[in-house]
């Protein structure tokens, strides 16, 4: 596969999913060793499939019985290629954080699968499962309560070498951490400094220098910049593009700016009630929107110009969005869908490119979960 570049248009060939080459292991040392194993730049290297998460709903209080379970995450599937970086964007409760906890495997997943280098991570234990932890990192949302306050800033940082000794051995670890800091733009004399003495932007680069801290191939960052203001989002996510080329790490990058979403990533996936609605390039996202929740999406971004804001329709959704314990039969969307027919009540809509796009060179021939897709242009979403 060629390699990634955002400028230079190799992304449009990329497919949403590939065929998995599942690694089977004789034993633990050989599945570290799978692991550990170099991906070219442009293969997949994480890839998911039909990943579902149901929180169980449990009434009684000295006999507990399950009476129904919330959907956070219904069989959602997608490849992260090496070096690339995957938005993922919704509104809240659509299930965005929980899929970042599953791929870090923070939470067991209900069912399905999920492939680093051919190994499914949510079978692992013991050592395979402690290195592929070392490999995926994550930033948090919140830059304060993701840090220790009783701890001082190289204490936080340098905690992942006490786990993986292998990284920095003792001796080396007080330079290590002050080169962290360094390469975050914070100044290494900053080493003894606790959470509280920091500003927003240097907390989340503190986050950031200790997600760096183990050389990662994957970063999950969820919602990194949606706490700080306007200016300091830019100095962040500028920051991570460079890291990004620094340290050819790959992004799996979570957010509701749908700006900030389309300036970092190459493919973009949008999520609603659990489920895809629509995935590919940013071009195809943002310009060539086929789903119907995305054109919604995009409609309600501000647009600075007057004249184009007044040629531009804006698409209001009526009703709330439906409770994940309940959902709705077949497409999820259709209890506000202005396209709805009686077919998206009785049958769930795949991901997949639509009919009417299949084998064209249009850029609406992108895998979008409607019936009815077709391409709408949506005014300031190039923005």
């Known amino acids: 596969m060629a ?9 449009d060939a990329t497919p949403n999913v590939t065929d998995v080459v599942a690694v089977d292991a004789a034993d633990e040392t050989a599945a570290v060793a799978a692991i550990e194993a170099p991906v070219e730049r442009g293969e997949p290297i994480l890839q998911v499939r039909n990943l579902v998460k149901h929180f169980p709903l449990s009434q009684g209080i ?28 919704g509104e809240s409760g659509c299930g965005k954080s929980t899929v970042a906890r599953l791929l870090m495997a923070l939470e067991t997943a209900t069912s399905g699968e999920v492939f680093y280098k051919g190994q499914d991570i949510t079978r692992l234990s013991g050592r395979a499962l402690k290195a592929v932890r070392r490999n995926i990192q994550m930033v948090f949302q919140d830059p304060y309560t993701s840090l220790n306050p009783r701890m001082t800033v190289g204490d936080i940082i340098g905690e ?32 003894n400094r606790y959470p509280h003495q920091f500003s927003g932007g240097q907390r989340q680069r503190i986050g950031i220098a200790r997600g760096l801290a183990l050389n990662p191939e994957i970063i999950i960052c969820d919602e990194p910049v949606s706490a700080l203001d306007v200016s300091v989002q830019a100095q962040v996510i500028n920051l991570m593009e460079k890291l990004q080329d620094e340290f050819n790490l790959s992004y799996v990058f979570i957010a509701h700016d749908l700006s900030i979403v389309r300036h970092i990533s190459d493919r973009v996936g949008v999520m609603y009630l659990g489920k895809m609605a629509e995935i590919g390039t940013d071009a195809e996202i943002y310009d060539h929107p086929t789903h119907p929740y995305t054109q919604a999406l995009l409609s309600a971004v501000p647009v600075p110009d007057p004249e184009a804001r007044e040629r531009g329709e804006r698409i209001i959704l009526t009703g709330d969005v439906p409770s994940p314990a309940n959902p709705p039969s077949g497409c999820r969307f259709r209890t506000r869908c202005w396209k709805a027919q009686d077919k998206c009540s009785t049958e769930l809509p795949l991901l997949a490119v639509p009919e009417r796009f299949k084998g064209s060179d249009s850029p609406a021939a992108h895998e979008s979960a409607c019936h009815f897709a077709e391409e709408k242009d949506i005014v300031g979403a190039a923005s």
């Open 62 to 89: 000295l006999f507990k019985r399950q009476v129904g379970a919330v959907k956070a995450v219904d069989g959602v599937s997608f490849d992260l290629y090496q070096g690339e970086t995957l938005g993922i964007v």
């Open 3 to 11: 390699e990634l570049d955002k400028n230079d248009g190799s992304m």
């Open 160 to 191: 992942p070498f006490d786990i993986h000794p292998e990284v920095a051995p003792k001796g080396d670890r007080r330079a290590k951490v002050q080169e962290l800091l360094d390469v975050v733009g914070l100044n290494p004399e900053y080493i």
